[in-house]
C-alpha cells in the first residue's frame, strides 16, 4: 500500500520535471532569438523555407500602436 501512494508523488516529480525542463528550453530559445544576426537568419531561413510567410501573418507593426493607445486610455 505505501508504494501506491509513491507512485504518486513520482509522478507528480516527473510531470514537474518535465515542463520545468520544458519551460528552460523555451527560455532559452527565447533568448538566442533576441540577438540580431540570429532574428536576421531566422528570418531568412523562414522565409525560404516558407515563402507566403509575410502574406498569411498579419500586419504586427499596428499592433504596437493599438496597444500604446489601449494603455494610454486605460490610464485616463
Known amino acids: 500500500m505505501a508504494q501506491n501512494g509513491n507512485s504518486g508523488s513520482d509522478d507528480t516529480r516527473d510531470m514537474l520535471y518535465l515542463v520545468g525542463g520544458l519551460a528552460l ?6 533568448l538566442i ?3 540580431p544576426s ?3 537568419s ?3 531561413a523562414a522565409t525560404a523555407i516558407l ?3 509575410k502574406a498569411k501573418l498579419p ?3 499596428a499592433v504596437g500602436t493599438d496597444v500604446q493607445r489601449y494603455l ?3 490610464s485616463m
Open 72 to 74: 494610454s486610455l486605460k
Open 33 to 35: 532569438a533576441t540577438h
Open 38 to 40: 540570429v532574428r536576421k
Open 51 to 53: 515563402p507566403d510567410l
Open 42 to 44: 531566422l528570418g531568412t
Open 59 to 61: 500586419d504586427l507593426s
Open 25 to 30: 528550453v523555451v527560455l532559452g530559445a527565447g
